[in-house]
């Protein structure tokens, strides 16, 4: 069994090895960073707060960019 702490605001990606055999770490977290960034907002470096909508609706576009990416 393997634990890892895991903080608010944490963006954790579960795939399978289509993702992995794909893409390098590097990529994944280019495509993380990328979709990280469109939640900060412009005057700020403190992450705004998007809502659960706001958030799965990022978790989707972010799972969409990783498989047309691998």
């Known amino acids: 069994m393997l634990t890892l702490p895991?903080?608010?605001d944490d963006i954790l990606i579960l795939a399978s090895d289509g993702l992995s055999?794909?893409?390098?770490?590097e990529d994944v977290l280019d495509e993380v960073v990328r979709f990280r960034r469109a939640l900060l907002p412009a005057s700020s470096s403190a992450p705004s707060k998007p809502?659960?909508?706001g958030r799965r609706t990022l978790a989707g576009m972010l799972s969409e960019a990783l498989c047309s990416r691998a």
């Open 21 to 25: 055999d794909n893409l390098w770490d």
């Open 51 to 53: 809502g659960l909508l």
């Open 6 to 8: 895991v903080r608010a």
